[in-house]
């Protein structure tokens, strides 16, 4: 049993959607556990296969839920991102998908971006220590850039 309850974001491409279900089903008593947000389509999907996961929806992801799925990482919500994005089709939101990545890196949050690299997050032993600790805040990482002078 975790100690920690985390706060997992859960985002999928159109063609990654029966991905992430089947990611779900094969990882269920490792999230069981935990609460999760998703954007949109993912999240009720999510939910509805999976009915004793606590699950919030968020916006679709190109009507804002990326950009609100960003916003839980700037405040500190979100403690890990499963994002099984589709390498092969363009996305009208391709930028919002850029910013939501660059949060990620920028606030120290586990990214997936693929059933491999999820696989190897949420198997990891360390998995909710490294989830749930307290992030460095790019305020004090980057104190250079919030502090320098300009002309």
């Not at 009208?92 to 998908?97: A, G, K």
């Not at 606030?107 to 032993?125: G, Q, V």
């Amino acid at each position: 049993m975790p100690t920690l309850r985390l706060m997992i974001g859960l985002v999928a491409h159109d063609r990654c959607k029966r991905d992430m279900i089947d990611w779900v089903r094969q990882h269920l008593p490792l999230l069981e556990p935990h609460r999760f947000t998703a954007t949109g389509t993912t999240g009720r999907l999510v939910a509805e296969t999976f009915p004793t996961l606590e699950v919030a929806c968020l916006k679709s992801g190109p009507l804002g839920g990326d950009q609100q799925m960003g916003a839980m990482i700037a405040t500190g919500v979100l403690d890990c991102l499963i994002f099984l994005v589709d390498p092969m089709t363009p996305q009208p939101h391709d930028v919002d998908v850029k910013a939501l990545i660059r949060l990620c890196q920028l606030y120290e949050i586990p990214l997936a971006c693929n059933r491999s690299s999820a696989d190897l997050i949420i198997s990891n032993p360390s998995f909710e220590r490294i989830a749930g600790m307290a992030k460095i805040q790019p305020e004090d990482r980057f104190a250079d850039y919030t502090t320098r002078q300009i002309p």
